[in-house]
């Protein structure tokens, strides 16, 4: 991926690499990225024998996740035993139904496990919290996909407020 960049400010540099080789920008960076977790997945398999590794994923849609972020996951999958997308619904002010939205996107792109976070309870306390049916939806959403290997509990303290950890209960035990 040899370019010459022309001398100039930082500012006018990246501009110009966007403007004249955007793709090949996305795709030395979704390559940095992927290259790195090739090495730390060796580094795993070499160290922690038999221990998985997982990745955090934005919850972007495709082209965002790697133009912003260099995570593609096509790429990604022969390095990785699972993807945990971060789906903090409530504080991004998405309903639940978004969560499944995402999920299928992901799901299309790889085929290893998915183990999502998702917000138990609003992060901060300027936020209304968000009742026990809506938390109920996201565990439906969530455990009923079918690229969905497990979910974890953002707070996972959070769980003994508000009956969500009931509700986690009742429908793990269904």
């Not at 997945?41 to 790697?66: F, H, N, W």
């Not at 565990?139 to 003994?160: D, E, P, Q, W």
Request: charged share 20%; hydrophobic share 40%; net charge neutral.
């Amino acid at each position: 991926m040899n370019v010459e960049i022309p001398v100039g400010a930082t500012r006018q540099q990246a501009d110009w690499i966007l403007r004249t080789h955007r793709d090949k920008w996305i795709d030395f960076k979704c390559w940095i990225i992927t290259d790195f977790v090739a090495q730390a997945k060796t580094v795993v398999d070499t160290y922690l024998q038999g221990k998985p590794l997982g990745l955090d994923i934005v919850p972007a849609r495709s082209p965002q996740r790697e133009h912003l972020l260099g995570q593609r996951l096509n790429a990604l999958s022969p390095h990785a035993d699972c993807f945990s997308p971060m789906l903090y619904h409530h504080v991004l002010g998405f309903s639940p139904g978004w969560l499944r939205e995402i999920l299928d996107e992901l799901a299309a792109q790889t085929d290893r496990p998915l183990v999502p976070f998702v917000q138990v309870d609003p992060f901060s306390s300027n936020s209304a919290p968000f009742s026990v049916r809506e938390w109920e939806q996201v565990l439906n959403a969530v455990l009923s996909h079918g690229g969905c290997a497990g979910l974890i509990a953002f707070t996972g303290n959070m769980l003994h407020a508000h009956g969500r950890g009931r509700s986690l209960e009742k429908l793990l035990r269904r």
